[in-house]
């Protein structure tokens, strides 16, 4: 029930969120916020596209614990319509590698870590807007720090991630 107001700028690049619980740490700039609303608003080129058109986009993650550094390559693969909405069909492949910090109470986790992913997404010609997405992300990271609260010794954890999703036009 709250309204969640995202602040991009003209080619969609994630600036800040306001209206959700933890507002400080959104518009400060919380790393896999930002890449889920990369997702949703991909930085598009300014000219016009035909199939084969690439264009790469940094991963330029405002995130203040944690340092992103990679890169999407888009691929202009088609042209379709959905919904009744003309739209261009483009694919995606990103790569990253991050390192940084984690809080949790009063513990601190040390992070260094790598993923990958790849989707396509339909695109509105005439609105920018997604229309229709999918990817797939996967992560694997390892973290050292206290493994339990106010633990005198430090442990390492080993962690994959997946992640799967579907975004569609309501």
Not at 55 to 84: A, L, Q, S
Not at 154 to 159: D, H, I, L, R
């Amino acid at each position: 029930g709250k309204q969640l107001k995202l602040k991009l700028e003209p080619d969609g690049t994630f600036v800040s969120a306001t209206g959700m619980a933890n507002e400080s740490a959104f518009e400060s700039g919380a790393g896999e916020f930002a890449m889920a609303i990369a997702e949703v608003f991909p930085r598009l080129p300014g000219e016009a596209v035909s199939v084969g058109t690439t264009w790469t986009e940094p991963v330029d993650i405002p995130d203040p614990n944690r340092d992103f550094i990679g890169e999407t390559v888009y691929t202009v693969i088609g042209f379709k319509e959905k919904y009744g909405i003309r739209c261009v069909e483009v694919s995606s492949v990103t790569d990253f590698e991050f390192e940084g910090r984690a809080s949790q109470g009063n513990d601190v986790w040390l992070m260094t870590g790598s993923g990958s992913g790849t989707g396509e997404m339909l695109i509105s010609i005439e609105e920018g807007n997604i229309v229709y997405a999918t990817s797939d992300t996967s992560l694997s990271l390892r973290a050292e720090g206290a493994a339990v609260a106010s633990a005198a010794a430090s442990g390492v954890v080993n962690m994959g991630v997946t992640s799967s999703s579907v975004i569609e036009l309501l």
